[in-house]
């Protein structure tokens, strides 16, 4: 069970938790934000970043498409992708 869902700002506390190296925690409370805003493209890029540092490239190009599809306009995940 993810700990971050029911959280009132889950992508605030990625955010956080990310800054602090927290990545496994920031990939569960982005995660969260994600379940939580399906069409959230901020939160399923900052999930794709988070992946990204955490080595789990799979993960984090799947996270960048779904912010991609969310907002195909997104200079930051357009520039991601490659």
Request: glycine content about 8%.
């Amino acid at each position: 069970m993810n700990p971050y869902v029911g959280h009132q700002n889950p992508l605030k506390e990625g955010q956080e938790l990310f800054r602090k190296g927290l990545l496994s925690e920031a990939v569960l409370a982005l995660e969260a934000e994600v379940m939580k805003n399906p069409e959230n493209a901020e939160g399923w890029r900052l999930l794709g970043i988070t992946h990204a540092e955490n080595d789990d490239d799979q993960q984090a190009i799947a996270a960048m498409m779904r912010a991609q599809e969310a907002d195909p306009t997104n200079l930051e995940v357009l520039l991601a992708l490659g």
